[in-house]
T-cell receptor, first 111, second 114 residues
Framework: EDQVTQSPEALRLQEGESSSLNCSYT??????LFWYRQDPGKGPEFLFT???AGEEKEKERLKATLTKKESFLHITAPKPEDSATYLC????????????FGKGTKLTVNP | GAVVSQHPSWVICKSGTSVKIECRSL??????MFWYRQFPKQSLMLMAT?????????EQGVEKDKFLINHASLTLSTLTVTSAHPEDSSFYIC??????????FGPGTRLTVT
């Protein structure tokens, strides 16, 4: 069974304090790993897709990396508006479009 | 680009009634749409995969007769919660994919059954 585990469950940072969120996964044939941001009461907002080990993608203060067992979402010099729940999901199997989500990391950035 | 809308954004209904939720892809065509449910402080759980022109595929444990899905066109899928009960109260979110990979999510529908 495909599984996604995110850590930590919650993270509090001071503005400007860089950190990383972890997403470890066990799947049978990874098609893609996805990062989403979700604000309270809203649907997830797409951030990144990573397809193969060694791949990296950046967007503003966020950088996502992928290995064969895990992915990291690095947040550099975060701002209060980066506060949200960050979700990791995997798409596995040759033909499946199904996403399996982790439970998320709730990030709070204090000014 | 890749905008997905849902309607309504929130709905309150009485126990025993049915509620329909619409999911539209606004700027792309989607042969496949997905319906998720999210309980408070939990992650998204896939309920069903909706394919245009064919029957939906339901995840294990999801009652197909209770959660009716109709993918009427390449831009519209609907979820009808039939004979709703308080335990069906949840946040329902749809997603659509313009390709075989990325999925873009709607803003969600908050359903409260009284």
């Amino acid at each position: 069974e495909d599984q996604v585990t995110q850590s930590p469950e919650a993270l509090r940072l001071q503005e400007g304090e860089s950190s990383s969120l972890n997403c470890s996964y066990t799947v049978s044939g990874l098609r893609g790993l996805f990062w989403y941001r979700q604000d309270p009461g809203k649907g997830p907002e797409f951030l990144f897709t990573l397809y193969s080990a060694g791949e990296e993608k950046e967007k503003e203060r966020l950088k996502a990396t992928l290995t064969k067992k895990e992915s990291f979402l690095h947040i550099t010099a975060p701002k209060p508006e980066d506060s949200a729940t960050y979700l990791c999901a995997v798409q596995a199997g040759e033909w499946s479009e199904k996403l399996v989500f982790g439970k998320g990391t709730k990030l709070t950035v204090n000014p | 680009g890749a905008v997905v809308s849902q309607h309504p954004s929130w709905v309150i209904c009485k126990s025993g009634t049915s509620v329909k939720i619409e999911c539209r892809s606004l700027d792309f065509q989607a042969t496949t749409m997905f319906w998720y449910r999210q309980f408070p402080k939990q992650s998204l759980m896939l309920m069903a995969t909706s394919n245009e022109g064919s029957k939906a595929t339901y995840e294990q444990g999801v009652e197909k007769d209770k959660f009716l899905i109709n993918h009427a066109s390449l831009t519209l899928s609907t979820l009808t919660v039939t004979s709703a009960h308080p335990e069906d109260s949840s946040f329902y979110i749809c997603s659509a994919s313009p390709s075989d990979y990325e999925q873009y999510f709607g803003p969600g529908t908050r359903l409260t059954v009284t």
